[in-house]
């Protein structure tokens, strides 16, 4: 059986990219960095859209995994810092009188379309399984599992597009909850509205900062809880025997742990005890000893024993003797 | 379970919603919004692969196809190729968007057409086939596991391994002759009784004639010798030889001895495809024929017959022999843990999941009395109350005030000759003091402290704490699978002997081959099985007493390593001779050892290692192969002599004997009777 040719893995990253059923999925990666450079430009520096774009087009062209984060990181960064690094200015402020702005719609489906459909170009042509072999059992000619491009259907992409919109609506009324609800704790339920205005300032109630951060952290906290809990049942009713005899053996393991490892224990050395007691094997007779090396090696010992003691305790006195002339 | 791809961007999403959640937000809303966006976007991913996940996986269903001439099978038979074919469906209510599938293949057996991987999405009631094609050289054993199933969403956020278990054994049978093969030899004598009988010189009802005899009243009228009663004028009878049907009984050695070599290729593989070209050719001459296995505890018996079912049977018992695995012996739990683990790993992916298989930490702390010196921490704490009271007796009569005052001196210079910048104010002094009463009072406290802090720590650093790991994983396993008290987890923790036992156990139920130690510490072959002389020994002498008329005795056995321990089964054949049957033995061969009185020297090979000669330092490994080579062939040569005093004789099993000349040998050792 001939080995098959080892293909560099650049080239065959781009022999898929050109591929027509990839297609589609390389030009809305394009298409989305596109759409973020212009509502970045839209803040008025062209660094802010043309780092971001080249970040993705590097993610997209070169194959670096890493990238498409960094590229919304860089998105987030030059959103707050439009003209890059601040020397010597301040950082601009950017006060709204709504919470819905066409840019943001724009910039957040933008970047989620990004996301999803670069993920999904790796997952064509670069790598669509984690590799769980340790790296010493990896070859360089191994083949990556890679999704075969006659799965991709053709409501793929439209769905990517709906499901894009749908969660940056939901992003949108999230930040319109988190920024009118605040905590005041001085009333039951602790949560009200925010009283209207853009400057106004709620007395009693938390700053809003801490309020929207707090709001977030327990309502994300509860839907991780509830939504764990809800599979974690669910993973409960459909054990298979074996898991529940595995759950059932490890929370009795669990009860019992310290009695058991005391008589494991005592008969582990029982049975060590009897078998030092059976008859040994004759060894073979071996060679006599050289008498010489015990006694050179029990000499050299000793020798270094009287070394190290009178070593520790020369610097004992020297540090009492130094210790004495200070004072 | 989340890819790396998957952890930095839900890292990088809670990011910008922490960051812009706080004042970041009022200067630049885009950013909590699209933090927000990519949390919402996560979370609904996560919600909908988590939901295929958990409805689907309980319902996926396996089904596989052994196929062989385009039909389905039982059992395979060996160096034909045999289609394997897996059909998985999805009885769930959800779609599997991307699934890779990979059916494992039997240990040691390669794909030698088609796949069996799979990348599909798996649709509700939709089923999806893999087929390729396996070939065994071999008689053996095909042991199927299951399919390894690797679910992953199409952004590749979110990956899930599972292995769906169905263990399926195909027996593989070894193979079936051809009509050439079926032929036992060239046809040397002209005389044709039936298929099946052949003539034994005693009287019978055979169409021979034996001898003459008087008549005696009651003789059948047509069996009168007219012509020789007319010569000696009274009545002479005639008497016919006895047509027998030959039995022919092969004996074959399934011992750990013929069990070690790579699957396929084991010595116990090629006796039995040797057995099998006897046996199907013994029975297309409708020859009767039996089989008796034996290793070095026990023998067990198919008695002869002729029928088609029977030699399938007896193909079947030829297999099983073939597809017993070595035993490795007593090896180093850790060897063994680290073929048993990735075992684990692949197939009972959720067995090692920690929310079924918990790993508390107090399972790495090492207890202070499991080590040797442990005691020795422990044993001031056990003259603590008398070290108090004589303490308290020095005290009350004054004459402990002095050492005492000393001691807090000697600290209080101590700390300051440690750190001479230390102020002497009242916060040393009150060290000093403590320090001075804790060491007083409570230094078998302290000294059991540091010990039981020390000694326990060192359970929690690698590579002990990944061991330890590994076995509690391992032992809870072995527990469920055989159902037992979760007080075997402990035992298993704590007792190597059993719990390397159990991973044996393990390994071999799974057909997963060790390589095994050939030589034990004292350098002794640790494979000989002395202990299967005496097993054939009776199993000859049993077929002896069960024998009718003389039969052929056919030992397929690796008797070479065997020596003086050899008597018992010189004695049997002994016996088996004066009963007028006749014996043959065949011994695998090694394909690394040339025939006996073959020239050694290769093509290529300039120099000749001799053994008479000095050892040059240059080429130890050549003269210890010549030695083991040389010592083999010497120990066959007796072998063969001894039997062939007997009247046994010897054939060797090797690529170029086949059995064709096997079954020639087997003809002349019947004394050219037969009708070939």
């Known amino acids: ?327 | 379970m989340l890819t790396s791809r998957g952890w930095w961007t839900v890292a990088v999403a809670m990011v910008l919603v922490l960051l812009g959640l706080t004042g970041l937000g009022d200067i630049a809303p885009a950013i909590p919004i699209l933090g927000l966006t990519l949390v919402a976007w996560f979370a609904v991913e996560w919600l909908v692969f988590s939901y295929r996940f958990r409805n689907a996986l309980p319902r996926l269903e396996i089904e596989r196809e052994i196929l062989q001439g385009g039909r389905p099978v039982a059992s395979a038979w060996a160096k034909a190729p045999c289609t394997v074919r897996v059909t998985l469906t999805n009885r769930g209510a959800s779609r599997w968007p991307l699934v890779f599938l990979r059916d494992r293949v039997p240990e040691g057996r390669k794909v030698r057409s088609g796949s069996n991987r799979l990348v599909t999405d798996l649709k509700p009631d939709e089923p999806v086939e893999m087929e390729y094609e396996l070939r065994s050289s071999a008689a053996g054993l095909f042991r199927f596991e299951g399919v390894d199933v690797r679910l992953i969403d199409l952004a590749g956020l979110f990956y899930r391994r599972v292995f769906v278990r169905s263990p399926l054994d195909v027996l593989v049978l070894p193979p079936l002759t051809d009509q050439e093969g079926k032929q036992r030899a060239d046809k040397r004598m002209n005389t044709l009784p039936p298929p099946g009988l052949h003539r034994l010189r005693r009287a019978g009802g055979g169409g021979e004639l034996l001898d003459l005899r008087e008549y005696i009243p009651g003789d059948p009228p047509k069996r009168i010798a007219w012509k020789a009663s007319a010569r000696r004028d009274k009545l002479i009878t005639k008497v016919f030889e006895s047509d027998v049907p030959v039995r022919v009984m092969l004996f074959l050695d399934s011992s750990e001895s013929v069990r070690i070599g790579p699957a396929g290729d084991t010595p116990v593989g090629k006796l039995a495809e040797t057995a099998s070209g006897i046996a199907q050719a013994a029975a297309a001459s409708r020859d009767l024929v039996g089989l008796t296995r034996f290793d070095e505890t026990a023998s067990d018996v198919l008695t002869p017959a002729r029928t088609q079912v029977h030699t399938i049977r007896l193909l079947g018992k030829l297999a099983e022999a073939a597809a017993k695995l070595p035993n490795p012996g007593p090896r180093d739990l850790l060897e063994l843990q680290d073929v048993a683990y990735p075992l684990a790993q692949e197939m009972y992916p959720e067995l090692l999941n920690h929310e079924v298989n918990s790993r508390p930490w107090v399972l790495y702390w090492l207890p202070l009395l499991d080590t040797r010196w442990g005691w020795l921490f422990v044993l001031p704490v056990f003259v603590w109350f008398p070290y108090l009271a004589f303490v308290g007796y020095l005290f009350v009569n004054g004459i402990a005030a002095r050492p005492a005052f000393q001691t807090f001196n000697f600290v209080v210079r101590l700390t300051q000759a440690l750190r001479p910048r230390f102020p002497a104010d009242v916060g040393l002094n009150l060290f000093a003091a403590l320090a001075t009463f804790f060491l007083i009072v409570f230094w078998p406290a302290a000294l059991f402290g540091f010990g039981w802090f020390f000694t326990g720590i060192r359970g929690l650093l690698n590579p002990r704490k990944v061991r330890m790991k590994k076995r509690k994983q391992l032992a809870t396993i072995f527990v469920a699978l055989d159902r037992d008290s979760p007080g075997r987890i402990e035992h298993y923790l704590r007792d190597d002997e059993s719990y390397a036992e159990r991973m044996g156990r393990f390994l071999a139920d799974h057909h997963v081959r060790i390589p095994p130690k050939l030589y034990d510490h004292l350098g002794q072959y640790r494979y000989r099985c002395e202990a299967k002389a005496t097993v054939l020994a009776n199993a000859i002498i049993g077929s002896v007493a069960r024998a009718r008329d003389n039969e052929l005795y056919v030992i397929l056995a690796d008797l070479v390593d065997l020596g003086d321990d050899l008597a018992p089964i010189l004695k049997a054949v002994r016996v088996a001779r004066s009963r007028h049957h006749h014996v043959m033995v065949v011994i695998p061969w090694p394909d690394d050892v040339p025939p006996p009185g073959a020239d050694t020297k290769a093509d290529g090979e300039k120099k000749e290692v001799r053994l008479d000669k000095p050892l040059s330092h240059r080429q130890p490994g050549k003269f210890i192969h010549l030695a083991l080579t040389r010592g083999y062939q010497q120990r066959y040569e007796k072998l063969r002599t001894e039997l062939a005093r007997l009247g046994a004789g010897v054939v060797r099993v090797t690529l170029d004997d086949p059995v064709r000349a096997v079954l020639d040998r087997i003809d002349r050792l019947r004394g050219m009777r037969s009708r070939r």
């Open chain 1, 1 to 327: 059986m001939s080995k098959a040719k080892f293909e560099n893995p650049i080239r065959a990253y781009w022999r898929v990219l050109f591929d027509e059923r990839v297609r589609t999925y390389v030009v809305v990666t394009a298409a989305a960095l596109l759409v973020i450079f212009v509502a970045q430009l839209m803040s008025g520096s062209l660094i802010a859209g043309a780092v971001p774009m080249a970040i993705g087009l590097t993610a997209l062209g070169l194959r670096w995994v890493g990238m498409p984060v960094v590229c919304v990181a860089a998105t987030a960064y030059f959103q707050a810092m439009p003209f890059g690094i601040p020397i010597g200015g301040s950082i601009p402020n950017d006060p709204r009188t709504t919470h819905f702005r066409i840019q943001d719609l724009m910039l957040a489906t933008a970047v989620v379309v990004y996301l999803i459909a670069q993920y999904r170009v790796y997952s064509l042509a670069h790598l669509a399984v984690p590799d769980e072999r340790l790296p010493r059992y990896r070859r360089g000619d191994d083949k990556p599992d890679l999704r075969d491009p006659d799965l991709i259907t053709e409501q793929e992409v439209p769905q990517l597009v709906m499901m894009a919109a749908a969660v940056v609506v939901v992003g949108q009324l999230l930040w319109f909850a988190l920024s009118e609800i605040v905590l005041d704790f001085h009333q039951m339920p602790p949560i009200r509205a925010r009283q209207p205005g853009l400057f106004a300032r709620d007395r009693d109630a938390l700053n809003p900062q801490a309020s929207r951060w707090l709001l977030f952290v327990l309502a994300f906290g509860l839907l991780v809880f509830f939504a764990r809990l809800v599979f974690w049942y669910w993973r409960l009713r459909t054990l298979n025997r074996v898991e529940a005899q595995m759950v059932l053996a490890d929370t009795g393991w669990a009860e019992m742990r310290r009695e058991a490892a005391r008589q494991e224990t005592w008969r582990a050395w029982g049975k060590y005890r009897a078998r030092r007691r059976l008859p040994r094997p004759k060894p073979k007779p071996r060679e006599p000893r050289k008498p010489w090396v015990g006694a050179a090696l029990m000499r050299s010992g000793v020798i270094n024993v009287i070394a190290v003691v009178i070593a520790i305790t020369m610097v004992g006195f020297g540090v009492w003797l130094f210790d004495s002339r200070r004072r």
